[in-house]
């Protein structure tokens, strides 16, 4: 998205002729009162009839097959997932990490019957993360990634938590279930965890982790030249201001996080200033020109963020920035890690919800910001940056 496409939207909406005061079109609060036309291609596509005809006319069966096939992943993606859960699970990659192995040889090391590891294998190739060459089972460059990039074990080995949330999507999606990842988060990070020390190490390390992932992207994305004092709210135990000194080594940081969070944060730079509060209830302090928020929004709903952002507003000179990073939906162009994994993932946590750039734009302008901005993300399933400016 280039770097002005949200206020561009949002201005070409409001000046249509008989506008209406901005709602954002899909959202809840859109008023819509008269149904719309099904589209010429849609009715197309809702002929059995036309279906035949366009199959056995070339170009355009290439169309329907393409399509056909994109279906049908979408139709298998849960299989999918748990075919590589199951790969993740015996250890398949780090074996074949260390050297390539036959059927045989690989079935001793996992405990699988060979047939069964033999339909496991040919899937893994299927997702391109093993190959078969010359008898051998090895790891393709995919495998490799992925066993490479910090938190993405730790991730799909965390999904059975959310998969069963969602093996009932109708009863889900109706509130009629109460999720278990709801009470996954806090128990991993409360005291109850104290009894499950792997566990809470385990998904403690894929939050930092993948918490640096989403510093670095951030980082590329903003420019903090001449900023003086950055402070992150809700920052964790220091990731984000730990790679942003690195990049910046005159920059001052202030961290702010609940107390208990703080208390095990390592004061890593004589600049960095550590401010125990909790935003729900405590003023946010003054004296940074740059304030951050990363994958916080998405974790509260609308009555807990609002208020926040007013007083990040408040606690910021004129001119001063604030930096949302967190995956942030594709409103009119739908993202499918943003606007089916994360958003799913949020709504099974129970507490926030994932917004799309217009969203995030209306209530940064409600709370006084001025000249919304997002620069183009680099990988939106890792994560999207909106700027803008206290006015
Ligand atoms: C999803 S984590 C994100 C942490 C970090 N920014 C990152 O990207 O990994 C949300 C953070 O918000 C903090 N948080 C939640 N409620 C808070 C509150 N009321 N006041 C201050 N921090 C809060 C949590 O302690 C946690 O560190």
Redesign the pocket.
């Known amino acids: 998205m280039a770097k002005d496409e949200v206020s561009a939207a949002t201005e070409k909406q409001a000046s249509a002729p008989g506008a209406q005061a901005p709602s954002v079109p899909g959202q809840p609060g859109h008023k819509v009162t008269e149904p719309g036309r099904v589209s010429f291609f849609t009715r197309i596509a809702l002929s059995p009839r036309l279906h035949e005809i366009f199959e056995r006319t070339p170009l355009f069966n290439r169309v329907t097959r393409r399509e056909g096939r994109a279906l049908f992943d979408v139709v298998a993606g849960f299989v999918h997932s748990q075919a590589l859960l199951a790969i993740v699970e015996f250890r398949i990659l780090h074996i074949l990490a260390e050297a390539s192995w036959p059927l045989p040889a690989l079935a001793d090391r996992t405990g699988l019957a060979e047939n069964r590891l033999a339909v496991l294998m040919q899937a893994g190739a299927a997702l391109k993360l093993v190959k078969f060459r010359r008898g051998m089972w090895e790891l393709a460059p995919r495998g490799a990634a992925f066993i490479t990039v910090p938190g993405l074990e730790a991730m799909v080995r965390h999904h059975p938590v959310l998969y069963r949330d969602l093996a009932d999507p109708v009863a889900f999606l109706k509130g009629d279930i109460e999720p278990e990842l709801a009470g996954f988060w806090p128990y991993v990070f409360g005291p109850l965890a104290q009894e499950d020390a792997g566990l809470a190490e385990r998904y403690s390390q894929l939050?930092a982790d993948s918490?640096r992932i989403?510093a670095d992207d951030t980082l590329r994305l903003v420019d903090l030249k001449n900023a003086k004092r950055l402070m992150?709210?809700?920052?964790?135990t220091g990731?984000?201001l730990r790679q942003a000194a690195k990049l910046h080594p005159n920059l001052d940081l202030t961290l702010?996080?609940?107390p208990h969070?703080l208390a095990v944060a390592e004061p890593f730079s004589p600049r960095l200033t550590l401010a125990p509060?909790?935003?729900?209830d405590d003023p946010i302090p003054t004296g940074a020109d740059v304030i951050s928020l990363?994958?916080?929004l998405y974790?509260h709903p609308d009555n807990v963020v609002e208020p926040l952002l007013k007083k990040v507003h408040d606690a910021l000179p004129p001119g001063g920035r604030i930096v949302v990073s967190e995956a942030i939906g594709g409103g009119a162009k739908p993202d499918p890690a943003c606007d089916i994994y994360f958003a799913f993932y949020t709504m099974a946590m129970s507490s926030g919800r994932t917004r799309n750039p217009e969203e995030i734009k209306k209530m940064l302008e409600a709370a006084g910001f001025v000249k919304v901005t997002k620069p183009r993300s680099l990988r939106p399933f890792i994560t999207s940056v909106i700027e803008a400016e206290r006015g």
Not at 232 to 236: E, L, M
Not at 277 to 280: D, I, L, M, N, P
């Open positions: 939050m918490q989403v992150d709210v809700g920052g964790g990731t984000f702010f996080d609940l969070v509060g909790s935003f729900r990363v994958r916080v974790d």
